[in-house]
Every structure is written in C-alpha cells, then in structure tokens.
C-alpha cells in the first residue's frame, strides 16, 4: 500500500464502496481521476481494503508500523546499485531499479529530481537543455544558441540511430561503439543533405538579428 499516497487510498477506499465494491470500477476510475494508467490489480485493491477494515486507516498497517523506519540508502544497497550500473551502464533507470528493489511510482520522473538535477549541474553545468532544467537552476535560457533548430547535426544524429542501435541489443561497450559507427557509415548522403541545411536557418537569424525566426519560412 506504501506505493499509493493519502489521498489515492482515500479515494480508493471510498470509490471502493460507492461503486459496490467493484475492484474493476475502482481501478478504472482512479485512472482517469488521477490521470495515470493505472499500475495494481484487483489484488492490490482487495488487500488494501482489507487492511483498512483491519486497522480503521488508511495509512500503513499500524500494527507493523512500530519502531524506527528502516533506511534504504544504507552501504550495502548504494553499493549494490553501483555494482548494477558498472555492470549493465546500457540499461534503462526503470531496468535498473527493479534489479536493486527500488520501487518507482506510477507517472513518477525519477530524472527530474533533486539529486539527479544536482548531479547534472556537477557534470554538465548550462550544457543541458531538456528536462526543465535550465528554469530548474534559475539560468537564462539563451534562443536560439541552445535551439535544436540550429543544431541539427547533434539532434538528428541519435534520434535517428537509436533504435537501429537498440535492436541490435549490444551487449558490451564495446558492441556498442562498432554498432553505432556501422549505422552512422550507411546514412545516405540525400538524408545528411537534409539535415545540414540548418545553415539556412542560421542565416535567417542573423538576418533577424537574433529574434524569433517563424517556423513557416519554405527554404527551411
């Protein structure tokens, strides 16, 4: 029940005996009222009825919720989920975590939180431009130095190669280089003609002295 907050048991709970105790409707319901596909079965529902008609509360068993809650960043899990990530460093967050235990809520952005925007920060400094991050760190956010629209090269490039890269399931860096270079050699020169012709698009700006350039223009 951990994995749903106050408010989603209270609805659960209520939506539970409004709606006949139907676990279905239940599960449908709280899906378009929270907005989220929803992630528990009518087990999942069930055993948190019954620990409500247990111990009047929504909140975690209260007769197992006694003494000092247990803490997960201890030595062995963080070196546990080093270990994870120098050996499978391919792997997606979401792979990972369920490998080391660690739960993820429903619609939850584990790349959006602190200690993730701090270690950005660390590395990478005003070099980021997704996620939200420059507002999250209270930088300017400099058009169109930064714009995608006049980096096609970079944007293009790994849009382009990776899920060619992906299906070919590398399973070592190694692999993964050699299946990268072998991509990029057979993009058709047509297709790169493309993709540089954000040169146009430089010359619009420096016509526009820096502003906002429309996206209708036909030569782009």
């Not at 420059?134 to 400099?142: A, E, K, Q, S, T």
């Not at 849009?159 to 993964?176: A, C, I, R, T």
């Not at 057979?186 to 820096?210: C, K, N, Q, W, Y």
């Amino acid at each position: 029940m951990s994995i749903h907050t106050i408010p989603e048991r209270i609805f659960i709970v209520k939506t539970f005996y409004e709606s006949n105790k139907s676990p279905v409707n239940v599960a449908r319901t709280f899906a378009k009222e929270f907005k989220v596909h929803s992630d528990f079965d009518q087990k999942t529902i069930i055993r948190l009825i019954e620990e409500f008609v247990h111990t009047g509360s929504v909140c975690d068993n209260m007769s197992h919720n006694v003494g000092q809650k247990a803490i997960v960043s201890t030595p062995d899990n963080v070196e546990n989920a080093r270990e994870v990530l120098a050996r499978s460093p391919w792997k997606s967050i979401r792979r990972k975590a369920q490998e080391v235990g660690i739960k993820q809520e429903n619609a939850a952005k584990p790349h959006r939180t602190s200690n993730i925007f701090d270690l950005i920060k660390e590395h990478f400094l005003n070099r980021v431009t997704a996620l939200g991050y420059l507002d999250r760190i209270g930088m300017v956010f400099n058009w169109p130095h930064y714009s995608p629209d006049f980096k096609q090269y970079e944007w293009f490039l790994w849009g382009n190669l990776k899920d060619k890269v992906y299906s070919q399931n590398p399973k070592k860096v190694s692999e993964l280089k050699c299946v990268i270079q072998r991509l990029i050699e057979v993009i058709e020169v047509p297709t790169v003609g493309s993709v540089i012709r954000f040169v146009l698009r430089m010359r619009h700006a420096i016509a526009r002295d820096g502003r906002y350039v429309e996206l209708g223009i036909s030569e782009i």
